[in-house]
């Protein structure tokens, strides 16, 4: 979620077109053997009722919470004092006699005022009101509204939580209260800063992770929600949802705003200094807006809405609909590029100050644009999975600038992840599994960063290439519908492509995303047998047993003679250690595997891309062998001969 531009350099190399999958996967003298095929192309998919409802807005939703959140921001003090009134369902196959919710605030950067949020009262709807006991816990960020009664599945309960949020300052992260009035720079930015309803799951139960620095902690259920705010007139506000209505008066105006579809949670960002940008698009029915500062017009007047606008379009088409009226680009303050919500998207000024400001502004753009797809649409576990809708959203962006941009190279001649990924354990002799979550990363040592942001991508980028463009995409499309609205994880991404390709996908999912070491190839032994002119040439995985799975995929394989000419060159299957035989007329001298190519491998060396060896054993022809008749044809000649001499030397003895 938390997105920094790439070094723009690589150039594309084409979109892939369809084609029917069949192939083998084989070995020999005891290696696994691994196919898969497609029986043909009229396969006929589930059907996805849910979001053909949901993009017509034709659901009742009552499987989903309400919240109505009134907040009231005073800039003197940079607090929010507010309201959240909770009709939570519960949509889960166990009782509740507590309902957590995160406090987040208090986990953020700052500079000198840390965020802080007050929990001032739980009480009942009811008139008169009751107080409900609650537990409030400041260093893990989370309090738990104690219930009257077990909440029982598929019954709601409803409840009334008053708080105060301290923002903190120094926009440095999510929330914060940043800029100056004196230079027309000041932004208040209110996000995670209410007390946001812990998700419960088949996985860990209710998820009551803290704030995490590294990576990202949200992770919400879809959620009705009606947002009233309340801030000093004449202020610009930019929030979640259509704004239904406002009103001014005592000096103050109020907002009042409603997504009208279910969304994960809700934000809003105010300042004096906000210049706005509008326009509609009538056929899918969505107004697009780009709030930033004066001393940013030059380059986000224009600019933001043609990114967001062209980015979008391709998703909407590609993926699935966008079903919310409104979508809003705002600038922040912030330590890193940009930050996604429902509806809304946060892009940093350091874009103001970047070495290709436009590019960065459309990069940042186009990445948070697209998790309005993988993030909000479709929900993640950002604390367990986050690799998988960052891996998504990366590859997604880079395709799109790719498509805008092709003279940046994203993908020519090859991905530009393929690089660091080959190079990781290179440059830090560190393990890096993909499937783990934050924490496990937190123990295990893992590059976080690295994991979400490059290798997931990068191994997406891998799969593309094996299933081809088109089912790729429409993998992507079936994983968007099978689970809008809903939350969902890798297996389930590894679902929807299979139901795509129509077949089992075990074979790559596994080893890619659940060992912590790439394939490491080396030459164990290469014999040519002049006689048969077959050569067998056993490569070894040296780090398959430092893995849970066997790697498998196609590698070139080239073979030269003695005076360097290419004799063979065919692209093979390595799955782990695996012998191939090859018929080969020429004698070999030189056998190369050719990574010059999307292979994933570790590298030992920066200046090779390929695996070579002269070793190979010859067994040459035996000699002619002389048959057992002629021998005896032999041995009696000579006998007879001998005889003769023998019988001559007799007869001159026998005349002296």
Same mark, same amino acid.
């Given at each position: 979620?938390?997105?920094?531009?790439?070094?723009?350099?690589?150039?594309?190399?084409?979109?892939? =077109?369809?084609?029917?999958?069949?192939?083998?996967?084989?070995?020999?003298?005891?290696?696994?053997?691994?196919?898969?095929?497609?029986?043909?192309?009229?396969?006929?998919?589930?059907?996805?009722?849910?979001?053909?409802?949901?993009?017509?807005?034709?659901?009742?939703?009552?499987?989903?919470?309400? /919240?109505?959140?009134?907040?009231?921001?005073?800039?003197?003090?940079?607090?929010?004092?507010?309201?959240?009134?909770?009709?939570?369902?519960?949509?889960?196959?166990?009782?509740?006699?507590?309902?957590?919710?995160?406090?987040?605030?208090?986990?953020?950067?700052?500079?000198?005022?840390?965020?802080?949020?007050?929990?001032?009262?739980?009480?009942?709807?009811?008139?008169?009101?009751?107080?409900?006991?609650?537990?409030?816990?400041?260093?893990?960020?989370?309090?738990?509204?104690?219930? *009257?009664?077990?909440?029982?599945?598929?019954?709601?309960?409803?409840?009334?939580? +008053?708080?105060?949020?301290?923002?903190?300052?120094?926009?440095?992260?999510?929330?914060?209260?940043?800029?100056?009035?004196?230079? =027309?720079?000041?932004?208040?930015?209110?996000?995670?800063?209410?007390?946001? %309803?812990?998700?419960?799951?088949?996985?860990?139960?209710?998820?009551?992770?803290?704030?995490?620095?590294?990576?990202?902690?949200?992770?919400?259920?879809?959620?009705?929600?009606?947002?009233?705010?309340?801030?000093?007139?004449?202020?610009?506000?930019?929030?979640?949802?259509?704004?239904?209505?406002?009103?001014?008066?005592?000096?103050?105006?109020?907002?009042?705003?409603?997504?009208?579809?279910?969304? $994960?949670?809700?934000?809003?960002?105010?300042?004096?200094?906000?210049?706005?940008?509008?326009?509609?698009?009538?056929?899918?029915?969505?107004?697009?807006?780009?709030?930033?500062?004066?001393?940013?017009?030059?380059?986000?007047?224009?600019?933001?809405?043609?990114?967001?606008?062209?980015?979008?379009?391709?998703?909407?088409?590609?993926?699935?609909?966008? %079903?919310?009226?409104?979508?809003?680009?705002?600038?922040?303050?912030?330590?890193?590029?940009?930050?996604? /919500?429902?509806?809304?998207?946060?892009?940093?000024?350091?874009?103001?100050?970047?070495?290709?400001?436009?590019?960065?502004?459309?990069?940042?753009?186009?990445?948070? *644009?697209?998790?309005?797809?993988?993030?909000?649409?479709?929900?993640?576990?950002?604390?367990?999975?986050?690799?998988?809708?960052?891996?998504?959203?990366?590859?997604?962006?880079?395709?799109?600038?790719?498509?805008?941009?092709?003279?940046?190279?994203?993908?020519?001649?090859?991905?530009?992840?393929?690089?660091?990924? $080959?190079?990781?354990?290179?440059?830090?002799?560190?393990?890096?599994?993909?499937?783990?979550?934050?924490?496990?990363?937190?123990?295990?040592?893992?590059? /976080?960063?690295?994991?979400?942001?490059?290798?997931?991508?990068?191994?997406?980028?891998?799969? $593309?290439?094996?299933?081809?463009?088109?089912?790729?995409?429409?993998?992507?499309?079936?994983?968007?519908?099978?689970?809008?609205?809903?939350?969902?994880?890798? *297996?389930?991404?590894?679902?929807?492509?299979?139901?795509?390709?129509?077949?089992?996908?075990?074979?790559?999912?596994?080893?890619?995303?659940?060992?912590?070491?790439?394939?490491?190839?080396?030459?164990?032994?290469?014999?040519?047998?002049?006689?048969?002119?077959?050569?067998?040439?056993?490569?070894?995985?040296?780090?398959? /047993?430092?893995?849970?799975?066997?790697?498998?995929?196609?590698?070139?394989?080239?073979?030269?003679?003695?005076?360097?000419?290419?004799?063979?060159?065919?692209?093979?299957?390595?799955?782990?250690?695996?012998?191939?035989?090859?018929?080969?007329?020429?004698?070999?001298?030189?056998?190369?595997?050719?990574?010059?190519?999307?292979?994933?491998?570790?590298?030992?060396?920066?200046?090779?891309?390929?695996?070579?060896?002269?070793?190979?054993?010859?067994?040459?022809?035996?000699?002619?062998?002389?048959?057992?008749?002629?021998?005896?044809?032999?041995?009696?000649?000579?006998?007879?001969?001998?005889?003769?001499?023998?019988?001559?030397?007799?007869?001159? +003895?026998?005349?002296?």
């Amino acid at each position: 979620m938390k997105f920094s531009q790439k070094t723009l350099v690589y150039i594309f190399i084409g979109i892939l =077109s369809s084609t029917t999958i069949s192939g083998v996967l084989f070995s020999i003298n005891g290696t696994k053997t691994i196919s898969f095929h497609k029986e043909n192309d009229l396969f006929t998919y589930p059907l996805i009722s849910d979001y053909e409802q949901y993009s017509q807005g034709n659901f009742s939703g009552v499987e989903f919470s309400s /919240y109505n959140l009134s907040v009231f921001l005073d800039e003197d003090t940079s607090t929010v004092a507010g309201n959240l009134t909770v009709d939570f369902y519960n949509n889960d196959p166990v009782n509740f006699s507590q309902i957590p919710f995160h406090i987040f605030a208090s986990g953020m950067r700052f500079y000198e005022r840390p965020g802080y949020i007050e929990i001032l009262n739980v009480t009942t709807l009811e008139d008169p009101k009751e107080e409900l006991a609650f537990d409030f816990f400041n260093s893990s960020q989370l309090m738990r509204v104690n219930l *009257t009664d077990n909440l029982q599945p598929g019954n709601r309960t409803s409840f009334i939580i +008053s708080f105060n949020t301290t923002l903190p300052d120094g926009g440095l992260d999510r929330a914060s209260d940043h800029g100056t009035d004196i230079d =027309s720079s000041r932004i208040f930015k209110f996000a995670a800063c209410y007390p946001l %309803p812990c998700v419960y799951d088949n996985f860990d139960g209710w998820n009551i992770d803290p704030y995490l620095l590294t990576g990202d902690p949200f992770y919400y259920d879809m959620a009705y929600y009606d947002f009233i705010i309340n801030v000093p007139e004449e202020m610009v506000v930019a929030a979640t949802g259509e704004l239904i209505e406002n009103m001014t008066a005592g000096g103050r105006t109020i907002y009042h705003y409603n997504p009208h579809l279910p969304v $994960r949670e809700v934000t809003f960002s105010a300042s004096h200094y906000f210049e706005v940008e509008s326009f509609f698009i009538p056929d899918a029915n969505i107004t697009v807006s780009a709030y930033f500062l004066n001393h940013s017009d030059w380059l986000w007047s224009g600019n933001a809405l043609a990114y967001a606008g062209t980015v979008g379009d391709l998703l909407y088409n590609t993926l699935g609909i966008y %079903p919310y009226s409104t979508f809003n680009i705002v600038q922040e303050y912030t330590n890193y590029g940009g930050m996604e /919500y429902p509806l809304q998207v946060y892009v940093s000024t350091a874009a103001d100050i970047a070495t290709y400001p436009y590019g960065y502004l459309e990069t940042v753009i186009a990445h948070e *644009t697209a998790h309005q797809w993988f993030y909000n649409l479709v929900g993640i576990d950002e604390v367990d999975w986050g690799f998988l809708d960052e891996g998504i959203v990366c590859w997604l962006t880079d395709w799109y600038l790719d498509l805008e941009h092709p003279e940046w190279g994203y993908f020519t001649p090859y991905y530009w992840g393929l690089y660091d990924v $080959r190079h990781y354990s290179l440059d830090y002799g560190l393990p890096n599994k993909i499937n783990q979550s934050i924490p496990e990363c937190f123990v295990s040592g893992t590059d /976080y960063w690295y994991l979400g942001y490059t290798k997931t991508n990068t191994i997406l980028e891998k799969l $593309r290439q094996t299933i081809t463009h088109a089912k790729f995409i429409e993998g992507l499309s079936y994983f968007f519908k099978e689970h809008y609205f809903e939350i969902a994880d890798l *297996t389930d991404f590894q679902n929807a492509v299979e139901t795509v390709v129509g077949c089992s996908l075990d074979w790559f999912f596994f080893p890619w995303f659940d060992n912590p070491y790439l394939p490491k190839y080396n030459f164990t032994s290469i014999i040519y047998n002049a006689g048969s002119k077959i050569i067998n040439i056993t490569i070894e995985d040296v780090n398959e /047993y430092l893995n849970q799975y066997s790697y498998s995929q196609q590698v070139p394989i080239n073979i030269y003679n003695s005076e360097s000419s290419l004799i063979h060159s065919s692209n093979e299957w390595i799955n782990g250690t695996t012998s191939v035989l090859i018929q080969l007329e020429e004698t070999p001298y030189r056998v190369v595997l050719d990574y010059d190519g999307f292979i994933l491998v570790q590298f030992s060396n920066y200046n090779l891309d390929y695996l070579e060896t002269t070793h190979i054993t010859i067994v040459k022809k035996p000699k002619q062998q002389i048959p057992g008749y002629s021998i005896i044809y032999i041995l009696l000649t000579l006998g007879t001969v001998g005889l003769i001499i023998i019988t001559k030397k007799s007869n001159i +003895s026998k005349n002296k």
